[in-house]
Protein backbone atom coordinates (compact mmCIF):
# COMPACT_ATOMS: atom_id res chain seq x y z
CA UNK A 1 0.00 0.00 0.00
CA UNK A 2 1.40 3.58 -1.37
CA UNK A 3 1.95 5.57 2.12
CA UNK A 4 4.47 6.34 4.60
CA UNK A 5 5.64 3.80 6.77
CA UNK A 6 6.79 4.42 10.61
CA UNK A 7 8.45 2.20 12.58
CA UNK A 8 8.40 1.33 15.60
CA UNK A 9 4.93 2.52 16.67
CA UNK A 10 5.75 2.36 20.15
CA UNK A 11 9.01 3.18 21.84
CA UNK A 12 10.49 3.07 25.50
CA UNK A 13 14.07 3.98 26.00
CA UNK A 14 16.16 5.12 29.11
CA UNK A 15 17.53 8.74 29.30
CA UNK A 16 20.92 8.38 27.62
CA UNK A 17 19.88 5.67 25.08
CA UNK A 18 20.10 6.49 21.41
CA UNK A 19 17.99 5.16 18.92
CA UNK A 20 16.33 6.09 15.36
CA UNK A 21 12.80 6.23 14.56
CA UNK A 22 12.31 4.76 10.86
CA UNK A 23 10.24 6.09 7.81
CA UNK A 24 9.67 5.39 4.40
CA UNK A 25 7.63 6.29 1.70
CA UNK A 26 6.76 4.95 -1.71
CA UNK A 27 5.39 7.57 -3.54
CA UNK A 28 8.28 9.01 -4.93
CA UNK A 29 7.76 12.24 -2.58
CA UNK A 30 10.61 14.62 -2.43
CA UNK A 31 9.87 16.69 0.61
CA UNK A 32 9.89 14.91 3.25
CA UNK A 33 9.64 16.02 7.23
CA UNK A 34 9.74 15.05 10.88
CA UNK A 35 7.60 16.70 13.64
CA UNK A 36 6.56 15.91 17.09
CA UNK A 37 3.25 16.48 18.89
CA UNK A 38 2.70 17.24 22.25
CA UNK A 39 -0.16 18.41 24.06
CA UNK A 40 -1.46 21.87 24.21
CA UNK A 41 1.52 22.07 21.66
CA UNK A 42 0.32 20.95 18.50
CA UNK A 43 2.84 19.75 15.48
CA UNK A 44 6.15 21.55 16.14
CA UNK A 45 8.79 20.85 13.35
CA UNK A 46 12.17 18.97 13.98
CA UNK A 47 13.61 18.36 10.68
CA UNK A 48 12.30 18.60 6.88
CA UNK A 49 14.41 17.05 3.26
CA UNK A 50 13.96 19.04 0.16
CA UNK A 51 15.36 16.20 -2.01
CA UNK A 52 17.67 13.64 -0.97
CA UNK A 53 21.11 14.74 0.17
CA UNK A 54 19.70 17.70 1.45
CA UNK A 55 18.43 18.19 5.16
CA UNK A 56 17.59 21.86 7.15
CA UNK A 57 16.23 22.07 11.02
CA UNK A 58 13.00 22.95 11.72
CA UNK A 59 11.66 24.67 14.80
CA UNK A 60 13.18 22.14 17.79
CA UNK A 61 15.94 20.24 16.12
CA UNK A 62 18.01 19.83 18.80
CA UNK A 63 18.66 16.34 20.44
CA UNK A 64 18.40 15.25 17.11
CA UNK A 65 19.39 14.61 13.56
CA UNK A 66 18.26 13.40 10.30
CA UNK A 67 19.91 12.20 6.70
CA UNK A 68 18.48 11.65 3.27
CA UNK A 69 20.44 8.94 1.49
CA UNK A 70 17.95 8.04 -0.77
CA UNK A 71 14.26 9.85 -2.10
CA UNK A 72 12.34 6.91 0.10
CA UNK A 73 13.92 7.10 3.57
CA UNK A 74 14.34 10.00 5.91
CA UNK A 75 15.73 8.54 9.54
CA UNK A 76 15.66 10.74 12.63
CA UNK A 77 17.95 9.37 15.43
CA UNK A 78 17.80 10.43 19.04
CA UNK A 79 21.61 10.56 19.74
CA UNK A 80 21.17 10.63 24.05
CA UNK A 81 17.54 10.62 25.06
CA UNK A 82 15.96 12.80 27.62
CA UNK A 83 12.61 12.78 28.98
CA UNK A 84 11.88 16.07 26.89
CA UNK A 85 12.13 14.18 24.30
CA UNK A 86 8.92 12.09 25.00
CA UNK A 87 6.47 12.88 22.83
CA UNK A 88 4.70 11.41 19.40
CA UNK A 89 6.35 11.82 16.65
CA UNK A 90 5.39 11.67 13.05
CA UNK A 91 6.53 11.65 9.37
CA UNK A 92 5.16 13.51 6.63
CA UNK A 93 5.88 13.29 2.99
CA UNK A 94 5.05 15.40 0.07
CA UNK A 95 5.38 16.49 -3.77
CA UNK A 96 7.54 19.76 -3.71
CA UNK A 97 5.01 22.79 -4.49
CA UNK A 98 7.02 25.51 -3.18
CA UNK A 99 4.00 26.24 -1.18
CA UNK A 100 2.52 23.42 0.47
CA UNK A 101 0.09 22.47 -2.02
CA UNK A 102 1.03 18.90 -2.41
CA UNK A 103 -0.52 18.00 0.28
CA UNK A 104 1.29 16.05 3.45
CA UNK A 105 0.67 12.54 3.92
CA UNK A 106 1.02 11.66 7.04
CA UNK A 107 2.93 8.22 9.30
CA UNK A 108 0.52 6.55 11.91
CA UNK A 109 3.35 7.98 14.34
CA UNK A 110 5.62 6.45 16.95
CA UNK A 111 4.84 6.99 20.79
CA UNK A 112 8.72 7.83 22.24
CA UNK A 113 8.78 7.39 26.39
CA UNK A 114 11.75 8.40 27.80
CA UNK A 115 12.04 7.04 31.13
CA UNK B 1 7.28 34.65 11.94
CA UNK B 2 4.69 33.12 10.91
CA UNK B 3 2.12 31.71 13.30
CA UNK B 4 -1.14 30.06 13.88
CA UNK B 5 -3.58 30.62 16.28
CA UNK B 6 -6.91 28.43 16.92
CA UNK B 7 -9.35 28.26 19.38
CA UNK B 8 -8.95 26.15 22.12
CA UNK B 9 -11.23 22.73 22.58
CA UNK B 10 -12.11 21.15 23.28
CA UNK B 11 -15.77 21.51 21.63
CA UNK B 12 -18.38 19.57 22.40
CA UNK B 13 -21.36 19.39 20.08
CA UNK B 14 -24.73 17.45 19.87
CA UNK B 15 -25.33 15.12 16.63
CA UNK B 16 -26.50 17.62 13.58
CA UNK B 17 -25.51 20.83 15.52
CA UNK B 18 -23.78 23.31 13.88
CA UNK B 19 -20.18 23.92 13.54
CA UNK B 20 -17.58 26.52 13.65
CA UNK B 21 -13.72 26.19 14.26
CA UNK B 22 -11.50 29.96 15.21
CA UNK B 23 -8.41 30.60 13.12
CA UNK B 24 -6.30 33.31 12.46
CA UNK B 25 -2.72 33.45 11.14
CA UNK B 26 -0.11 35.51 11.33
CA UNK B 27 1.84 35.94 7.97
CA UNK B 28 3.68 38.20 5.33
CA UNK B 29 3.11 37.94 2.15
CA UNK B 30 -0.06 35.61 0.98
CA UNK B 31 0.67 32.30 2.75
CA UNK B 32 -1.88 29.14 1.54
CA UNK B 33 -3.89 27.47 4.55
CA UNK B 34 -4.87 24.54 5.27
CA UNK B 35 -7.17 22.43 7.77
CA UNK B 36 -5.87 18.37 8.85
CA UNK B 37 -8.04 16.10 10.39
CA UNK B 38 -6.32 13.80 12.92
CA UNK B 39 -8.45 10.78 14.10
CA UNK B 40 -7.35 8.85 16.98
CA UNK B 41 -4.61 6.73 17.01
CA UNK B 42 -3.47 8.17 13.50
CA UNK B 43 -1.59 10.76 11.47
CA UNK B 44 -3.06 13.70 10.26
CA UNK B 45 -5.09 13.43 6.87
CA UNK B 46 -5.47 16.64 5.01
CA UNK B 47 -9.13 18.14 4.45
CA UNK B 48 -9.32 21.08 2.84
CA UNK B 49 -7.01 24.09 1.41
CA UNK B 50 -7.23 27.55 0.17
CA UNK B 51 -4.05 29.23 -1.61
CA UNK B 52 -5.64 32.84 -2.09
CA UNK B 53 -7.76 35.68 -0.45
CA UNK B 54 -11.27 35.18 -0.89
CA UNK B 55 -11.23 31.39 -2.05
CA UNK B 56 -13.72 28.79 -0.14
CA UNK B 57 -11.73 25.30 0.17
CA UNK B 58 -14.69 22.30 1.03
CA UNK B 59 -14.21 18.68 1.50
CA UNK B 60 -16.79 15.86 3.43
CA UNK B 61 -18.97 18.65 4.47
CA UNK B 62 -16.69 21.15 6.08
CA UNK B 63 -15.88 24.62 4.81
CA UNK B 64 -13.50 27.24 4.99
CA UNK B 65 -12.78 30.33 3.07
CA UNK B 66 -9.88 32.42 3.34
CA UNK B 67 -9.90 36.18 4.39
CA UNK B 68 -7.87 38.36 4.17
CA UNK B 69 -9.27 41.34 6.12
CA UNK B 70 -9.49 39.27 9.59
CA UNK B 71 -6.64 36.87 8.36
CA UNK B 72 -8.68 33.97 9.50
CA UNK B 73 -9.67 30.57 8.03
CA UNK B 74 -12.72 29.54 10.21
CA UNK B 75 -13.73 25.73 9.37
CA UNK B 76 -17.38 25.04 9.69
CA UNK B 77 -19.94 22.68 9.46
CA UNK B 78 -23.47 22.55 8.73
CA UNK B 79 -24.59 19.34 10.30
CA UNK B 80 -22.13 16.80 12.83
CA UNK B 81 -21.91 13.80 12.77
CA UNK B 82 -20.22 11.53 15.43
CA UNK B 83 -17.76 10.31 12.98
CA UNK B 84 -16.56 13.90 12.83
CA UNK B 85 -14.99 13.50 16.42
CA UNK B 86 -11.52 14.16 15.97
CA UNK B 87 -8.67 16.57 16.18
CA UNK B 88 -8.68 19.77 13.63
CA UNK B 89 -5.19 21.30 12.83
CA UNK B 90 -5.26 24.72 10.86
CA UNK B 91 -1.77 24.97 8.87
CA UNK B 92 -0.27 27.52 6.77
CA UNK B 93 2.97 27.70 4.90
CA UNK B 94 4.63 30.69 2.88
CA UNK B 95 6.68 30.46 -0.11
CA UNK B 96 8.32 26.68 0.82
CA UNK B 97 6.67 23.49 2.12
CA UNK B 98 7.18 23.88 5.37
CA UNK B 99 3.43 23.72 6.70
CA UNK B 100 3.02 25.32 10.44
CA UNK B 101 0.17 24.02 12.41
CA UNK B 102 -1.80 25.50 15.48
CA UNK B 103 -2.19 23.57 18.41
CA UNK B 104 -5.01 21.57 17.37
CA UNK B 105 -9.32 21.56 18.13
CA UNK B 106 -10.51 18.79 19.97
CA UNK B 107 -13.74 17.80 18.30
CA UNK B 108 -16.66 15.45 20.26
CA UNK B 109 -19.89 14.98 18.85
CA UNK B 110 -21.97 13.18 21.19
CA UNK B 111 -25.66 10.93 19.46
Known amino acids: NAGVTQTPKFQVLKTGQSMTLQCAQD?????MSWYRQDPGMGLRLIHY???????DQGEVPNGYNVSRSTTEDFPLRLLSAAPSQTSVYFC??????????????FGSGTRLTVV | GNSVTQMEGPVTLSEEAFLTINCTYT??????LFWYVQYPGEGLQLLLK?????DKGSNKGFEATYRKETTSFHLEKGSVQVSDSAVYFC??????????FGTGTRLQVFP
Open chain 1, 92 to 105: ASSFPSGRGLGGYT
Open chain 2, 50 to 54: ATKAD
Open chain 2, 27 to 32: ATGYPS
Open chain 1, 49 to 55: SVGAGIT
Open chain 1, 27 to 31: MNHEY
Open chain 2, 91 to 100: ALSGNTDKLI
